[in-house]
């Protein structure tokens, strides 16, 4: 959006027509309110930027079908016009309806009072879009258009309403020819002076029209004016019925007026629009972020408007955070005026202007700390809910990520790095997109793509869209059902080797939510996001898939809690009967969308094990009422899940995602390798260094975790770890490489549980001995347990269990005695004998 600078957030407010409460549509659900509609169509006329229109920012929904619009406002309007800028103002009108025209628009309300001035004396067309979200003015129970200024085409049709049935055929829509007369008679006022004809006797206006040949075009205006309509329409219609019903109009359309030899000498002063260049496209785009080596230099000035150049969406995000209230503003406006303006926007005056020139890197900075960023680094420390609401802090964070994404790739690793912090939600669509490493053309890709070709999914797709977040507004509305169609028939259709399963609508939400206006945008970081998270998921035969999917989760609960691993075990509760809608949706099918936003922000920035580590983190918070109950009570608990604190679960996911070893949630059918270079990073805090790439894109060696039949991994309790794994986990010097830090990584402990003979001959350095034959006798019975020993004082730790071949009955007895972070070495001490790591005891002298 344009930068905000001389102009004024405006409001005004209608209200949509209500509809019957008895009254249900063809599918048998309750019709669609037209607030929602309307709601819906809006969403496009926030993309609508031109500098001859004025800027459309939000619209709100209140009570009784009110409709609140946001909107780029000016005080000044043609009634302050000069008169030798007549040419001018017209040029720079129909530039205007001209650009609505190429989107299909037409504003049908046009009068003085639309067309403003803004400090530069420039005309900016307000209300555009009131006919266009209306629906042509279907749902709303007014005219759109003043009666003076409507073409006589638009008189003609009288006050039918386009979604009345009873009253016949309806009429057709206005087209661009209907705002060149509303303007026609905006500029002959102009030149005339309004106020002279309106001093003149009704019959003396007639006489002076019908000098000017224009009775058949203007008399029926005039007439509203002075109460005699009916009797002028139905005189003039028998004169001039031919002209009344002609579907277009001989008049010309914006278009052809702005090349007619009367612009000659205005056209020149007009630099052709063109329109900025976006983020993702086959364009190239520029933009200029050195900053000086004294940034103080850009800050002398402290009467600056800093905020001013920021974004009129910004701008208005940032007055809502600070408590702006779009009703509260209009009720103190005493509800409502013709200029609106939304007095209370916050002064932001005490932010330091520096702020407004975030440095990328830290090293470049030669200012102290201001008390602006010492507040901000408090700030930081605070939980997300009060962050978010903080209007200081996101005016610093949006102008930050606006800069990171305008180098975007270039600077992708720093967008890792500050999302790690937090994402501003004003701009979560485009620092999702830049997670999930979205490039190029998307556009032309989306626009390839055969959307319309009936296809045999469709109909499912049409009957699982009414269900899915029909709680939100905008999903609700019908516009969000015609993007959500698209974009799923999109995905199906682009993706033959896959099929369509319930779940996919809830999983495309939260991308269509944030990209609402930009379908191939959501298209494109859904197609990115389920390879990554959801790899062979939607196979039509995926149950290979689903089920080492469930298995690994079954291995990760006993892993991180025994406790509860057991219970549920000994019930059968198990995750089969409810965790596939968990991950087969990544949990948008759980929680609303306002909590997705939240938990994605983190689940983007870890591999593809970290939901096991949300479900797991899940369960942690129902895990006094699941141990406390059977099967039957835990099934009514997941059938109506209870309220789960989400900034707690993002937190402890992290936490358990930190102390899983990466190889422990290793599946073969999980997404093959990337190809080598591609740098994206990830990873939590201190634990960026171990988790920085996901262990499936880790080059297969002898090392490596060996694939593993569905029926031997659901023989055991505890994950596998692979010899690669251990070695890094171990801090082992392999061919001279520098060792990691111990801080990035869990704290481990090896069991090696073969006979002291074999421990002898070799083991890994660090590890204890506790031989199987001194816990469990021949035929596998346990003789003594071994966690009464010598590993109660390693409790907590990841406990890796080393054998000759995988003897899992002592890892499953550890499990079974609540021993949490229990794995097994895949392959056993076989796979660490070729790497010359295992250590032999000096002899005894």
């Not at 209608?14 to 607030?35: E, I, K, Q, R």
């Not at 008189?155 to 026609?184: C, F, M, R, Y």
């Not at 939260?510 to 945008?521: C, K, R, T």
């Not at 691993?565 to 087969?584: C, K, Q, R, V």
């Amino acid at each position: 959006m344009r930068p905000l600078r001389d102009a004024q957030l405006g409001a005004f407010t209608f209200f949509a027509s209500a509809l019957p409460h008895d009254v249900c549509g063809s599918n048998g659900l309750p019709l669609t309110p037209n607030s929602i509609k309307i709601l819906g169509r809006f969403q496009l006329l926030k993309t609508i930027s031109h500098p001859r229109l004025c800027q459309y920012v939000d619209i709100s929904r209140g009570k009784h079908e009110r409709l609140v619009v946001v909107t780029e406002h000016y005080e000044s309007s043609l009634n302050d016009f000069q008169k030798q800028r007549v040419l001018q103002i017209a040029y720079e009108a129909l530039e205007g309806l001209e650009f609505m025209n190429k989107h299909g628009m037409v504003h049908r309300a046009l009068n003085a009072q639309n067309v403003l001035m803004d400090g530069k004396g420039k005309v900016k067309l307000a209300k555009f879009g009131l006919y266009y979200m209306t629906d042509h003015g279907a749902d709303v129970d007014f005219p759109i258009g003043y009666p003076s200024y409507l073409a006589p085409e638009v008189i003609a049709q009288g006050s039918v309403h386009p979604s009345d049935p009873s009253q016949g055929e309806n009429p057709l829509p206005s087209g661009p020819k209907t705002d060149v007369w509303s303007l026609g008679v905006l500029l002959f006022e102009l030149c005339a002076g309004r106020r002279l004809l309106q001093n003149i006797e009704i019959s003396e206006r007639l006489k002076f029209i019908i000098t000017l040949g224009c009775i058949d075009d203007i008399v029926t205006v005039l007439a509203e004016e002075h109460g005699c309509l009916d009797a002028i329409r139905v005189s003039l219609k028998s004169i001039t019925k031919k002209r009344f019903h002609s579907v277009l109009p001989s008049r010309p359309t914006p278009a052809e007026l702005l090349v007619d030899p009367v612009f000659e000498g205005v056209s020149c002063l007009y630099a052709p629009f063109q329109q900025p260049v976006g983020l993702f496209s086959s364009s190239l785009r520029c933009a200029h972020l050195e900053l000086p080596e004294d940034i103080s230099q850009l800050c002398k000035d402290d009467d600056e408007e800093y905020l001013g150049e920021r974004a009129i969406d910004e701008v208005y995000h940032l007055w809502c955070l600070a408590g702006g209230d779009l009703e509260k503003e209009l009720t103190n406006k005493e509800i409502i005026q013709s200029k609106p303006p939304v007095c209370t926007l916050p002064k932001l005056k005490d932010v330091a202007g520096e702020a407004y020139y975030p440095l990328l890197e830290d090293e470049q900075s030669s200012l102290s700390q201001s008390n602006s960023s010492n507040e901000l680094s408090c700030t930081v420390t605070l939980p997300l809910i009060i962050r978010e609401r903080d209007t200081e802090y996101q005016l610093i964070r949006i102008i930050l990520f606006d800069r990171l994404l305008k180098a975007y790739p270039y600077k992708k690793n720093l967008v890792w790095k500050e999302a790690r912090v937090d994402i501003p939600p004003l701009i979560r669509g485009l620092a999702w997109a830049a997670l999930l490493g979205v490039e190029g053309d998307i556009q032309a890709k989306y626009d390839s793509i055969d959307k319309d070709t009936p296809i045999p999914t469709d109909r499912q797709i049409e009957v699982d869209i009414p269900r899915c977040h029909q709680y939100d507004e905008l999903l609700s509305s019908p516009q969000g059902h015609r993007k959500f169609r698209r974009v799923l028939k999109a995905w199906v259709v682009s993706h033959p080797d896959l099929v369509y399963w319930q779940g996919l609508d809830s999983l495309c939400a939260p991308f269509l939510w944030l990209n609402f206006n930009n379908e191939a945008l959501a298209y494109a970081c859904m197609s990115a996001f389920i390879p990554k998270y959801l790899y062979n998921f939607f196979l039509k035969d995926n149950s290979h898939v689903i089920q080492e999917y469930l298995t690994v989760f079954s291995q990760m609960i006993a892993f991180h809690d025994p406790e509860l691993s057991n219970h549920l075990n000994e019930i059968g509760f198990i995750p089969d009967l409810y965790a596939i809608p968990w991950f087969l949706t990544m949990f948008t099918h759980v929680f609303p969308l306002h909590k997705i936003f939240h938990l994605w922000d983190t689940l983007l920035l870890g591999n593809s094990s970290f939901p096991f580590c949300i479900g797991v983190a899940i369960l942690q918070q129902l895990r006094d009422r699941l141990l406390a109950n059977g099967f039957n009570e835990c099934i009514l608990l997941f059938s109506d899940l209870p309220e789960i604190d989400i900034e707690r679960c993002v937190r402890e996911s992290i936490n358990l995602f930190c102390w899983t070893p990466k190889s422990a949630t290793y599946r073969q059918h999980a997404q093959p390798p990337k190809a080598q270079g591609d740098s994206s990073t990830n990873g939590f805090g201190k634990a960026a260094n171990y988790y920085s790439s996901d262990y499936q894109d880790m080059p297969k060696t002898d090392l490596s975790r060996e694939p593993l039949a569905l029926s031997d991994l659901k023989a055991e309790v505890s994950p596998r770890i692979s010899a690669e794994d251990l070695i890094d986990l171990c801090e082992l010097s392999v061919g001279g490489q520098t060792k990691r830090s111990k801080a990035s990584k869990p704290k481990i402990l090896a069991v090696d549980i073969r006979s002291i003979e074999d421990f002898g001959r070799g083991h890994i350095s660090g590890s204890i001995s506790i031989p199987y034959s001194t816990a469990f006798s021949p035929d596998g019975e346990l003789v003594q347990c071994p966690a009464t020993g010598t590993l109660q004082s390693f409790r907590g730790r990841v406990i890796v269990v080393i054998s000759h071949a995988m003897k899992s009955a002592f890892a499953t007895h550890l499990v079974k005695v609540n021993y949490p972070r229990v794995t097994t070495l895949d392959g056993g001490i076989n796979k660490m004998k070729p790497t010359g790591l295992l250590t032999v005891p000096s002899p005894q002298i």
